[in-house]
């Protein structure tokens, strides 16, 4: 493909929609708003206001539709990459272990 530089097998959609995550760590599970900024088969990547997560943390993804044609998504994924943006957030992305 032309121009075609990212190497995955599957293409990314970009979303920038908002999203419920419920992190599930060794401390508690906790809920919290965040962005999804894009998803594919097999993963997604959303900022969250959290400093940091760890990798392998388990976290529940819920993104509402708002098309009635298109069902709302949920999904349980774990974190495969987290980058810092700033002191009180971060980039996180997730490998998707099962769509509900």
Request: glycine share 4%.
């Amino acid at each position: 493909m032309l121009g075609y530089d990212d190497k995955r097998n599957f293409f990314r959609m970009m979303v920038n929609s908002v999203c419920e995550l419920k992190i599930v760590d060794d401390e508690s599970t906790r809920s919290l708003q965040a962005v999804c900024k894009d998803i594919s088969a097999t993963g997604m990547s959303f900022e969250i206001e959290e400093s940091s997560v760890e990798m392998g943390t388990k976290i529940n993804v819920y993104i509402e539709s708002t098309n009635s044609q298109i069902p709302s998504l949920t999904a349980d994924t774990k974190v495969v990459r987290c980058e810092a943006i700033d002191d009180n957030s971060c980039t996180v992305g997730v490998e998707i272990l099962e769509m509900k």
